[in-house]
């Protein structure tokens, strides 16, 4: 059951889209190859496929490892991570820094599906391409797993620990700040103070979450000092509960069906391609 409920993060590909949209914007970055299908960048790391040691979630029945993150940390910090260490210097006290970072995103990322922005069911940018485009233009485009990861290596930059949060058909951010007294505090590890920071509705506020995830048992990586490896997780993700109680995840069974045949059929695809 566990292996099978770890399928459930590919419901990334099929949640993050559902919303409408008209807006076409092309990516300005370089370095792309397309390579059955799948598109690549400068890492080798598949921007249109969650699933693999390749997928920039790095998802298996083991695990998940945001790896498209570490595009934009450590050695490879730039943008993104920069913006949150002007944060840490503008902003001293730690609570109004942190909502002053989730306003910043929530503000200037404008929710687009990947299928209307890249043609793509799926395509996820990092952190570093959506705050280049911020600078440029005041404002970017991108979906549920855009928002987490820029928010994810701005938080980092800012000084917080940060993780990314699996939830049925949709990703998240969260940021540990123990002594927020706003809205729903998850327990990591037994480790509680870890908010959700839910960027994609204009109206939202750090700490927000919607009611169906409260109580419920989800997956989360805690973003470290890593660097962009192609490897599949050697160990099962963080399971966060909130502090009103835990308890198995419970999804309906049509919603499982269409994750699982995606990811068959993607599978039988890919034997018939080679």
């Not at 029945?61 to 730039?78: D, H, M, Q, T, W």
């Not at 200037?108 to 959506?130: G, I, M, S």
């Not at 987490?148 to 699996?166: F, H």
Request: with cysteine.
């Amino acid at each position: 059951m566990k292996k099978l409920k770890l399928f459930l993060i590919l419901a990334i590909v099929l949640g993050c889209t559902l919303a409408a949209g008209g807006y076409v914007w092309a990516t300005s970055s370089e370095g792309f190859r397309t390579t059955d299908q799948d598109v690549f960048d400068d890492w080798d790391i598949s921007r249109t496929r969650a699933a693999g040691a390749d997928g920039f979630y790095q998802v298996t029945e083991k695990g998940f490892r945001p790896v498209i993150a570490y595009e934009s940390l450590g050695e490879e910090s730039n943008t993104a991570y920069r913006l949150g260490e002007q944060m840490l210097g503008q902003y001293p006290d730690r609570i109004q820094r942190a909502e002053k970072l989730f306003y910043y995103v929530r503000d200037r990322v404008r929710y687009t599906p990947d299928k209307d922005q890249f043609q793509y069911d799926e395509f996820a940018q990092n952190a570093d391409e959506l705050a280049d485009k911020i600078a440029q233009n005041g404002f970017a485009h991108g979906d549920c797993e855009d928002s987490a990861i820029l928010l994810a290596v701005m938080y980092k930059g800012a000084g917080y620990r940060s993780a990314i949060a699996i939830a049925p058909g949709h990703t998240a951010a969260m940021v540990y700040l123990p002594e927020y007294k706003k809205g729903s505090s998850f327990k990591m590890n037994g480790e509680e103070g870890w908010f959700w920071a839910e960027a994609t509705g204009k109206n939202n506020s750090l700490g927000w979450v919607a009611q169906d995830l409260i109580a419920e048992e989800l997956y989360a990586y805690e973003i470290t000092d890593e660097g962009v490896t192609r490897a599949e997780p050697t160990e099962a993700p963080a399971t966060i509960i909130t502090g009103e109680g835990g308890g198995s995840a419970s999804f309906p069974v049509p919603f499982f069906s269409i994750i699982i045949f995606l990811w068959f059929i993607s599978r039988l695809f890919r034997r018939r391609a080679h």
